[in-house]
Each structure stands twice: as C-alpha cells, then as structure tokens.
C-alpha cells in the first residue's frame, strides 16, 4: 500500500507461505484454516520465517492487522524489530461507529469497499485472504485520517460505540447512569473499562487527562 498525490492506493504485492508449526495441527484447526499436516512439514519454522516478511528490505511506516493484538503474541518485536501498529478493528470503532459489527468480514459487507474481488478474499481465516480485505479497509482509514491518528487510537483500547454486553448490551453509553458507568471502568475488561472511563470524562465526572494505556512510505 502506498501514498500518491495525497490519496493511499493499494498495489498488487501480496504473498503468503506456509509455516512449519512443529507439532500436529488438531482437526480444530484444519476445520477453520484448512490446512493440512502434509502442506507445512519442511516449510520452515515461524522465528526463520517472520523477520523477513515483518522486516522487508524497503522499511514499513507501520503492521496493520483487524485485532493486531493476536498478531502481536506472535509477531513479537523481537521478530519485527519494533514496528509500530495499526489495529484496523479499534480504527474502526472510531471512524464508522454506526455499523452494527466490527468483524474484518463483516466490515467488507458493510462498507463494501471498493476494488475488493470477492474471490481474492476467500477463504476466509487463511492468512492471504483475511490481509487482503483488511488492506482495503485500512486504505480506506488511511484515506479518512492520518496515519499518526490510527497509531494514536491502535495505541489505546477499543473504544466501543455501544455496551457490549450484560443487562444494557446494546445501549449507547450516554444512557448509562454514572453508577453503572464506575462499576465498568473497574472491570477486567480492557475495552469496557477505557470506553466507560471516555465518557465519565465526557459528562466531567473525572478529569479530562490523558490515560496511561498499554500499548500496542509502506505499510504491511
């Protein structure tokens, strides 16, 4: 993906290769990835194959994946060599809250974005496929806001644009009263929590002051 006269494009590198995880894959597995034993043995072990793919020659601006949080327990930044982060899911949260999910698949049938070949984009969970529809909605994000902006929210948990889950799933937190909002902020879970935090400090409940969150040319 690169950036020409102010507008990102998507060009027609893309690749993917098998890798070798070192033990059986579990029929779990094969039933949502579809690969087969016989596919990945000799391919290579992951910490031989990630530096180059996560490090190419030419440099990236930033890694971008739909929950860059999973890719990043394995993409450590040992093997990309600190590349910062783009998570196209917590990107989002932010630019088109009144979609009803947020799912790298069901963000490619709501937004419809355009250029995406259908085929191309299957089958879904394969590494190959789900790249290539998160390209297109990051091109699309690159083309609402700046890429400091995106690493900026990728830094910070998702902020959710409705509650989640429990007694008011699906509410908009304005409705929420400030009781219900301080027993979420106070949960486990991270996203919940930094989303009732947001709008304590919208009403001016607590101070408006940064967070202190954990964090997460190209990009691939």
Same mark, same amino acid.
């Given at each position: 993906?690169?950036? *020409?006269?102010?507008?990102? +494009?998507?060009?027609?590198?893309?690749? @993917? +290769?098998?890798?070798?995880? #070192?033990?059986?894959?579990?029929?779990?597995?094969?039933?949502?990835?579809?690969?087969?034993?016989?596919?990945?043995? #000799?391919? #290579?072990? =992951? +910490? !031989?194959? %990630?530096?180059?793919?996560?490090?190419?020659?030419?440099?990236?601006?930033?890694? @971008? %994946?739909? +929950?860059? *949080?999973?890719?990043?327990?394995?993409?450590? %930044? *040992?093997?990309?060599?600190? !590349?910062?982060?783009?998570?196209?899911?917590?990107?989002?949260?932010? /630019?088109?809250?009144?979609?009803?999910?947020?799912?790298?698949?069901?963000?490619?049938? /709501?937004?419809?974005?355009?250029?995406?070949?259908?085929?191309?984009?299957?089958? %879904?969970?394969?590494?190959?496929?789900?790249?290539?529809?998160? *390209?297109?909605?990051?091109?699309?994000?690159?083309?609402?806001?700046?890429?400091?902006?995106?690493? @900026? =929210?990728?830094?910070?948990?998702? /902020? /959710?644009?409705?509650?989640? @889950?429990? !007694?008011?799933?699906?509410?908009?937190?304005?409705?929420?009263?400030?009781?219900?909002?301080?027993?979420?902020?106070?949960?486990?879970?991270?996203?919940?929590?930094?989303?009732?935090?947001?709008?304590?400090?919208?009403?001016?409940?607590?101070?408006?002051?940064?967070?202190?969150?954990?964090?997460?040319?190209?990009?691939?």
């Amino acid at each position: 993906m690169r950036e *020409a006269s102010g507008v990102w +494009r998507l060009d027609e590198t893309r690749g @993917a +290769r098998f890798v070798d995880p #070192g033990r059986p894959i579990s029929p779990d597995t094969m039933a949502i990835h579809h690969i087969q034993d016989a596919w990945v043995q #000799g391919a #290579g072990y =992951w +910490r !031989a194959v %990630a530096p180059p793919i996560l490090r190419p020659d030419d440099g990236v601006i930033a890694l @971008a %994946a739909h +929950r860059a *949080a999973f890719e990043q327990r394995y993409c450590t %930044a *040992a093997l990309s060599g600190g !590349a910062d982060w783009i998570c196209t899911w917590k990107c989002a949260l932010r /630019l088109w809250p009144d979609l009803p999910r947020f799912s790298n698949q069901m963000l490619r049938y /709501l937004r419809r974005p355009e250029g995406l070949v259908h085929e191309l984009g299957l089958p %879904a969970h394969r590494a190959l496929p789900d790249a290539y529809v998160t *390209a297109h909605h990051l091109r699309d994000m690159l083309n609402q806001t700046t890429v400091e902006q995106l690493l @900026a =929210w990728s830094r910070e948990p998702g /902020l /959710l644009p409705r509650v989640p @889950a429990g !007694a008011e799933r699906g509410k908009a937190w304005s409705t929420l009263d400030v009781e219900a909002l301080e027993m979420m902020r106070s949960g486990r879970d991270a996203d919940i929590a930094f989303t009732a935090m947001t709008e304590l400090r919208r009403r001016g409940v607590l101070a408006d002051e940064t967070a202190t969150t954990p964090g997460q040319g190209q990009l691939l």
